[in-house]
């Protein structure tokens, strides 16, 4: 075997959201071909990929000390005559700082923008004798040339899968880089769509999680060259056969049209959760973030949700400490945490990020006073998430079994209000539906006893 055909190996690492843990899939599909084996870690690889995320401060700072100790791993195999580490960034930080990596990070061959992955194997190539940069948005679409995962690997990632229908956002919310780093809305067809979603289900995928930085701004082309809502690329995913839970997110809630309210309405696989950001519960600093929403337009959205599904679970992304937020304004998001009864939420400290229009803002909030409030917040959402979970023991549901538990002769899965839910049955159910009654709550999560037949 010569050194080209010798296995090569690749570590992925996913920093940030949900669209990253998709990205980096498709990227690990994109180099098997190649010849590419994924590794468990970078101590094992000869490539490591960070995927990174570049929405708050912390988030760009680890990737720039996960490079520093990878290159002490580079100089320790070099030192012991091993082989040549190459260190790859990709994601969001690639985006928007490719020229800052490469400055402050020499060790890094290779530097590829969110746009390009389909690129990564030739790049992988070309980096073995001198740094690559590919942040381009290219002509091409990526998604046309990024090869479609086998049966076998998407099998092995489980009954749960992601699947990207949208990137990018034109809402420019004053403190937030994605309309920057991953550039204007794009919908994927809708064609296109459904023949990833077949071959997902078609491999063994039970549930569906459609995603994107502004899902439900998706407009994509239809089969029949009409333009299509993200409520009626539901309402055709909706009729795949096996195809049994459905979800999406991110929303923004003023792209809540009555298409898709009315696939909450109407469609069983579409999961009773719904995760619509409101960031803020004070008009003023909705207002200063560009949010386009009042807290009224909000909770008369929530309910006309709530009247099509009565039982879905709202959860929220809030923002603590955005410049110029007061203790009223503060009193006014902990009113709405109440008031949208959210389940479960994200929530941040404000963090400026070079180039959007909340980072020059003169009236910063100062450190310990964002952190007291993000930890108010906190307390009060895990009290709602706590006696949300309290209200499921005694309901019988549907679970989706995805693995193993902890516990010997334990199975794990996920309500259709996404909470772990543990059961003593045979690992036979992974990947499967069945009815379970729920006897209790630990935690943040349920556990119950199987009540009858398998689907
Ligand atoms: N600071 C803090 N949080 C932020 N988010 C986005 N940008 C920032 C920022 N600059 C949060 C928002 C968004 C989530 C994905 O990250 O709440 O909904
Ligand atoms: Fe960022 Fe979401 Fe606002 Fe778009 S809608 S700018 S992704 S917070």
Redesign the pocket.
């Known amino acids: 075997m010569t050194a080209s055909e010798a296995p090569k190996k690749i570590h992925i690492k996913t920093y940030g959201c949900q669209m990253n843990v998709y990205d980096s899939d498709r990227m690990a599909d994109a180099m098997a071909p190649s010849g590419w084996v994924g590794v468990a870690s970078p101590e094992e690889a000869d490539l490591v990929v960070l995927n990174t995320c570049h929405?708050r401060e912390h988030a760009a700072e680890k990737v720039f000390s996960e490079i520093g100790r990878l290159k002490k791993l580079r100089e320790e195999r070099v030192a012991e005559g091993g082989s040549r580490l190459m260190i790859g960034v990709a994601g969001c930080v690639a985006q928007a700082e490719g020229a800052e990596i490469a400055r402050r990070a020499p060790a890094v061959d290779l530097i590829v923008g969110p746009q390009s992955y389909h690129r990564l194997p030739e790049m992988a190539a070309a980096a073995a004798t001198a740094r690559v940069v590919d942040t381009d948005f290219p002509e091409e679409d990526k998604f046309d040339h990024l090869p479609a995962p086998d049966r076998a690997r998407v099998a092995a990632r489980g009954p749960t899968a992601f699947l990207t229908v949208q990137e990018g956002?034109?809402?420019?919310?004053a403190?937030?880089?994605?309309?920057y780093t991953?550039g204007a809305e794009v919908s994927r067809p809708a064609a296109k769509v459904l023949e990833e979603a077949r071959r997902l289900v078609d491999a063994g995928v039970r549930e569906l999680t459609l995603l994107g930085?502004?899902v439900n701004?998706y407009h994509g082309e239809g089969p029949d060259g009409s333009d299509w809502s993200l409520g009626r690329l539901l309402l055709a995913l909706a009729e795949i056969p096996g195809l049994a839970r459905l979800r999406y997110t991110?929303s923004?809630p003023n792209d809540m049209d009555d298409a898709l309210i009315a696939a909450h309405r109407d469609l069983p696989q579409l999961m009773p959760y719904l995760h619509l950001?409101v960031?803020s519960g004070s008009d003023r600093i909705l207002a200063a973030?560009?949010?386009r929403h009042t807290v009224a337009s909000y909770l008369k959205l929530v309910d006309r949700i709530r009247a099509a599904r009565l039982d879905i679970a709202l959860t929220s992304?809030f923002i603590v400490g955005f410049p110029g937020e007061t203790q009223a304004d503060f009193a006014d998001t902990l009113a709405i945490l109440r008031d949208a009864a959210f389940v479960a939420s994200f929530s941040f400290k404000y963090s400026p990020r070079p180039g959007t229009p909340a980072a020059s803002s003169p009236e910063q909030i100062a450190e310990d006073l964002k952190t007291e409030r993000l930890h108010r917040l906190q307390a009060q959402i895990d009290a709602q998430a706590a006696a949300f979970l309290q209200s499921r023991v005694g309901q019988t549901f549907d679970v989706l079994f995805e693995k193993p538990g902890r516990r010997a002769g334990q199975i794990v899965g996920r309500s259709p209000w996404l909470q772990p839910v543990h059961v003593q049955a045979d690992q036979s159910l992974i990947g499967r539906l069945a009815p379970v009654a729920i006897t209790g709550a630990h935690g943040n999560s349920l556990h119950g006893a199987l009540v009858a037949s398998v689907q």
Do not use: A, E, L, S
Not at 169 to 173: E, I, L, S, Y
Not at 175 to 179: G, H, I, K, S
């Open positions: 929405i956002c034109d809402k420019f919310c403190f937030c880089v994605v309309p991953r930085q502004n701004g991110t923004h950001p960031q973030m560009n949010r992304d």
